[in-house]
């Protein structure tokens, strides 16, 4: 029996031993975050703003953005339309190989469009983010943007942070890929009585964009140095163990 004990603690000690070697080589080189082996993997859509064909998602080539274009994502109400409400909405699904043990997180979006809205009416812009792979995802909301008329502009809505969710995704489990799902809702109220309002695409290219900035961290950091989190195109990490 005490052989055996023995035989355990020795096997215990070389596997923290290995492991300990292996965490301080990560923290060594955590500076050299490898955005090279940052991919978009798939990209998918659906919704009644996004017709096949309209949606483009791009991954900046140092990882730290990743801008999503929508080509006919829009709402009308008034005039024509014969409507005094409507409502679009578009729901992205980017599946990205990520390189292992490290975490991503969302620190902002910028948003750009086109906003024309008479005196009475409203619009408004909802985007929430789920990420990460399992049965348990993640889940970021921005808020809402709200625009009250009278109004005609491009919109630029800039560093709008996260309301809620947590700062960085778990390291559990292990994982080679992650999943980014965005929706992205736009509604306008008010229409009628000779009103007339949208909230659209940007007049000045075509496309309302989406530009997510992305943060990403080593896993091991924290094992290895016992000096917290570093800071590789974002604010300071929690770690949050393996």
């Given at each position: 029996?005490?052989?055996t004990?023995?035989?355990w603690?020795?096997?215990?000690?070389?596997?923290?031993?290995?492991?300990?070697?292996?965490?301080?080589?990560?923290?060594?080189?955590?500076?050299?975050?490898?955005?090279?082996?940052?991919?978009?993997?798939?990209?998918?859509?659906?919704?009644?703003?996004?017709?096949?064909?309209?949606?483009?998602?791009?991954?900046a080539?140092?990882?730290?953005?990743?801008?999503?274009?929508?080509?006919?994502?829009?709402?009308?109400?008034?005039?024509?339309?014969?409507?005094?409400?409507?409502?679009?909405?578009?729901?992205v699904?980017?599946r990205?190989?990520?390189?292992?043990?490290?975490?991503?997180?969302i620190?902002?979006?910028?948003?750009?469009?086109f906003?024309?809205?008479?005196r009475?009416?409203t619009?408004?812009?909802?985007?929430?983010?789920?990420?990460g792979?399992?049965?348990n995802?993640?889940?970021?909301?921005?808020?809402?943007?709200l625009?009250?008329?009278?109004?005609?502009?491009?919109?630029?809505?800039?560093?709008?942070?996260?309301?809620?969710?947590?700062n960085?995704?778990?390291?559990?489990?292990?994982?080679?890929?992650?999943?980014?799902?965005?929706?992205?809702?736009?509604?306008?109220?008010?229409?009628?009585?000779?009103?007339?309002?949208?909230i659209?695409?940007?007049?000045?290219?075509?496309?309302?964009?989406?530009?997510?900035?992305?943060?990403?961290r080593?896993?091991?950091?924290?094992?290895?140095?016992?000096?917290?989190?570093?800071?590789?195109?974002?604010r300071?990490?929690?770690?949050?163990g393996?």
């Amino acid at each position: 029996m005490v052989a055996t004990m023995a035989a355990w603690s020795r096997l215990l000690a070389a596997v923290f031993s290995a492991f300990a070697a292996l965490a301080f080589s990560f923290a060594a080189h955590a500076q050299s975050f490898p955005s090279e082996r940052v991919r978009v993997r798939d990209v998918s859509y659906a919704g009644t703003g996004c017709p096949h064909g309209s949606v483009r998602a791009i991954l900046a080539p140092d990882a730290s953005s990743l801008t999503v274009l929508y080509d006919r994502l829009e709402s009308r109400a008034g005039g024509a339309t014969g409507v005094t409400s409507a409502e679009a909405s578009c729901r992205v699904e980017v599946r990205l190989d990520i390189p292992l043990l490290w975490s991503v997180n969302i620190d902002s979006i910028d948003v750009r469009g086109f906003v024309s809205l008479e005196r009475g009416m409203t619009a408004y812009q909802d985007v929430k983010a789920q990420t990460g792979i399992g049965k348990n995802p993640f889940n970021l909301s921005f808020g809402l943007q709200l625009w009250r008329g009278p109004v005609q502009r491009d919109f630029v809505v800039s560093s709008v942070k996260p309301l809620e969710g947590p700062n960085w995704l778990s390291c559990i489990p292990v994982k080679d890929e992650t999943k980014i799902d965005l929706r992205t809702r736009i509604r306008v109220d008010g229409g009628g009585a000779g009103r007339e309002g949208l909230i659209a695409v940007d007049s000045a290219d075509g496309r309302l964009i989406q530009r997510y900035k992305l943060s990403w961290r080593n896993c091991l950091s924290d094992l290895g140095s016992g000096l917290g989190g570093i800071r590789i195109g974002g604010r300071e990490g929690v770690f949050l163990g393996l």
